[in-house]
């Protein structure tokens, strides 16, 4: 059975690091792209990393360039975000994604997602 599985949130002050991690069971994410998204409350979803299911590509929204890392353990099945200089405008629920190729990540185009943890950003 294919999901996703998030750990990793918390609170955290700003300036502070926090590190997410996805476990991706199921066959079907070993040839997907992975990634993250966001969604604060009462705003819509954004886009926040992706990575293609080899590793050689990333990408990664405006808004987080510089300050978060996303990477890719295929034969364990994870995938990691490290969030450096986290912001209080960071605060949101941070959701695991795949998709058959990158581009259907940054476009919020996934097929699978996960529940995803809170990551609250304190001023």
């Known amino acids: 059975q294919e999901q996703l599985v998030e750990s990793g949130g918390g609170l955290v002050q700003a300036g502070g690091s926090l590190r997410l991690s996805c476990d991706a069971s199921?066959?079907?994410?070993?040839?997907?792209?992975v990634g993250w998204f966001r969604q604060a409350p009462g705003k819509e979803r954004e886009f926040v990393s992706a990575i293609s299911w080899i590793g050689s590509r990333t990408d990664y929204a405006d808004s987080v360039k510089g300050r978060f890392t996303i990477s890719r353990e295929n034969a364990k099945k994870q995938i990691y975000r490290q969030m450096n200089s986290l912001k209080p405008e960071d605060t949101a629920v941070y959701h695991c994604?795949?998709?058959?190729?990158?581009?259907?990540?940054?476009?919020?185009?996934?097929?699978?997602w996960g529940k995803g943890p809170l990551v609250t950003v304190s001023s």
């Open positions: 199921g066959r079907t994410f070993a040839t997907y792209a």
């Open positions: 994604a795949a998709a058959p190729d990158l581009g259907r990540l940054t476009g919020l185009a996934m097929t699978h």
